[in-house]
């Protein structure tokens, strides 16, 4: 076969048979974003370039080389989204969210793109699901969000994945951190890649997040940037770590967490999983309050996190959690002639007005092509209907699990009928018992 077009490398088509997990993953943190309080928030795939180049930050990895950026007939330049904080917080400053009553909490599933090299968890096209929080400056704030990315681990019974927790402080304290971070670096200015080189000067906390394997050794000894927090906002990393030890949610404080992304500020955290590889970091987030501002907006302190779908549904399939398959087909109907064909079509109307899912042969094959096909899709019961059974008004229902067969009325008592026969059957009180 020669296929005119393939998918694009770091891209992945979620096929019909693996859709259900997805789904089920999806159903799960909505649930869970409901509960804590966080309506949906839909925004645009793309977005204006300078949105990304303030919000995320010139100086990023994700900035710098990542981004797909294009410019429209117009001569605009868009982007498509590389993360989902930034397209969020300008439909809150685009739409004045912020006066609805505060604080805001808005949860999101987006598709994400990022020009990285894929492997195993990272790919170019990718899933999120984020929450986010607009104006609670308290830490009893960052102690409930986290709270909430804990409940989804919890909830998928993933208690391995753990808490990682650091405070990057304000733009205040990290002016003399930068100026302690230049010191250090400056010692390794033959060793550090170019890349880090030119960060040395504007942003020298990107350098701990490169990913040279030379730049990492390096920033291991690096100074740490709890050790220059400014007294509130040491205060307000305490408060953080004392409510989540009195809501037993266990973490580590972790001072190599910067984040790789500008808009950070205070608390920042990350769920881990060492059963997925190198791309361990399922969930990442933390306090921005900065960011509102920085795009345009009077000062609202936000945070938020967002958790790579892919990465989850690895760590998910890792861990052996089982997923529950979605309900088969009800009933297939094999039909012989076009009278059969039409009563069939009028039957799985009926139960698919009633929410079954319902199936007959809308390709013109044989019997026994039809019959292997209902087996194929897992159909609970099949059924026959040719001339005979038209005539009679009456056909055989046949279990498919156990080959038993029932007679069942196709006249006024078939929706009865068929309702007791399922009934039975997922009560386990089938014929053959
Ligand atoms: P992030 O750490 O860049 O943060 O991404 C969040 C999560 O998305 C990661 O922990 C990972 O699970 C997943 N992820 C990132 N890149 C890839 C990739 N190339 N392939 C597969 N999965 C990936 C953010 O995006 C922030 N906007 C999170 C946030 C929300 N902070 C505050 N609010």
Not at 59 to 67: A, F, N
Request: glycine letters at 8%; a negative charge.
């Amino acid at each position: 076969m020669a296929l005119i077009a393939k998918k694009i490398k770091g891209t992945e088509d979620i096929l019909p048979r693996d859709s259900y997990k997805w789904q089920f993953v999806e159903k799960v943190l909505s649930e869970e974003a409901k509960v804590y309080g966080f309506s949906e928030i839909r925004t645009p795939v793309f977005e204006q370039t300078k949105l990304f180049q303030r919000g995320v930050g010139e100086g990023t990895d994700v900035v710098q080389k990542e981004m797909y950026t294009f410019e429209t007939k117009g001569g605009e330049s868009l982007t498509l989204r590389p993360e989902g904080t930034a397209g969020a917080a300008r439909a809150l400053l685009e739409h004045g969210l912020y006066n609805d009553g505060l604080p805001i909490k808005a949860h999101y599933f987006t598709t994400c793109y990022r020009y990285e090299k894929p492997q195993a968890g990272r790919q170019r096209e990718f899933h999120q699901f984020g929450m986010e929080v607009y104006g609670a400056a308290d830490p009893i704030a960052d102690a409930e969000l986290i709270c909430a990315a804990k409940s989804i681990f919890d909830r998928l019974q993933l208690f391995d994945v753990r808490l990682e927790l650091n405070s990057i402080g304000c733009p205040r304290c990290r002016k003399n951190y930068h100026q302690a971070l230049k010191e250090y670096f400056a010692q390794f200015s033959d060793t550090l890649c170019a890349t880090c080189m030119s960060r040395l000067e504007k942003n020298p906390m990107r350098i701990l997040d490169c990913k040279s394997p030379v730049c990492k050794e390096i920033a291991q000894n690096a100074p740490k940037i709890t050790d220059f927090l400014c007294e509130s906002c040491d205060d307000h990393f305490k408060k953080v770590q004392n409510y989540l030890t009195a809501a037993d949610i266990k973490f580590t404080v972790n001072p190599s967490i910067v984040r790789g992304l500008d808009y950070y500020t205070n608390t920042v955290f990350e769920f881990i999983s060492d059963s997925i590889g190198a791309q361990s970091t399922v969930c990442g987030g933390g306090r921005y309050n900065g960011l509102i501002e920085e795009l345009g907006g009077n000062p609202l302190p936000s945070l938020g996190f967002a958790i790579g779908l892919e990465r989850l549904l690895m760590v998910m399939e890792a861990e052996g959690i089982e997923i529950p398959t979605p309900d088969t087909c009800a009933l297939y109907i094999a039909t012989m002639g076009e009278g059969a064909q039409r009563e069939a079509f009028r039957i799985v109307k009926t139960l698919r007005e009633a929410g079954l899912e319902a199936q007959f042969d809308i390709v013109g094959r044989g019997l026994k092509a039809q019959m292997k096909y209902a087996n194929k899709i897992g159909a609970q019961f099949s059924m026959v209907l040719g001339d005979n059974e038209i005539d009679t008004k009456s056909a055989k229902l046949k279990n498919m699990k156990d080959s038993t067969e029932t007679e069942i009325s196709l006249g006024e008592s078939f929706m009865e009928e068929f309702f007791s026969a399922l009934i039975a059957e997922e009560n386990g009180l089938n014929k053959a018992d």
